[in-house]
């Protein structure tokens, strides 16, 4: 029987996400499996910019979509983000050194069949449309996620 790994990515803030990622990639990459549980701030990060949709919304959530992050390439930084800046400057110190940035280690993880989980009621709150995620994305409950959280060897929240 195999190890199991799963991340509850609660921040939508582009070096959180960076880090669950890479988490998630280099897991896969030792055979382990990898859960997702994408839960309100978090779902920025799965959140499909080409889908987006202010049809059949209320006044909060059309606001919500107006003033929050587009997607992944649009997530702030967790400190420092001066304007954008600091996460421009951030970007530009991966390149430098060759790395990735998030959406290749997203892409990654797509393409390594990690499964990624949206909190039902987050997806509710926040107002999302389940089309407005990205396709691999399966929308549970919480107790869904914690069954799947207490069959694995080990849990994060990031």
Not at 29 to 51: K, N, Q, S
Not at 64 to 90: I, Y
Not at 111 to 135: D, R, T
């Amino acid at each position: 029987m195999g190890k199991k790994l799963n991340l509850l990515m609660f921040s939508g803030e582009y070096d959180k996400a960076m880090a669950g990622l890479i988490l998630a990639n280099a897991a896969r990459d030792i055979d382990v499996e990898v859960t997702m549980f994408f839960a309100f701030w978090g779902l920025f990060l799965i959140r499909d910019p080409e889908t987006m949709t202010l049809e059949d919304k209320t006044i909060y959530e059309k606001i919500m979509d107006v003033v929050t992050p587009k997607g992944p390439e649009h997530l702030p930084l967790s400190r420092m983000n001066f304007s954008g800046l600091g996460r421009m400057m951030l970007e530009e110190m991966i390149e430098d050194q060759g790395a990735p940035k998030l959406i290749h280690f997203l892409k990654g993880a797509r393409k390594k069949n990690i499964k990624f989980y949206a909190c039902k009621l987050s997806v509710e709150i926040m107002g999302f449309k389940p089309e407005e995620l990205l396709p691999e994305v399966e929308i549970i409950e919480a107790s869904a996620y914690l069954k799947d959280a207490l069959e694995s060897d080990m849990q994060l929240f990031i």
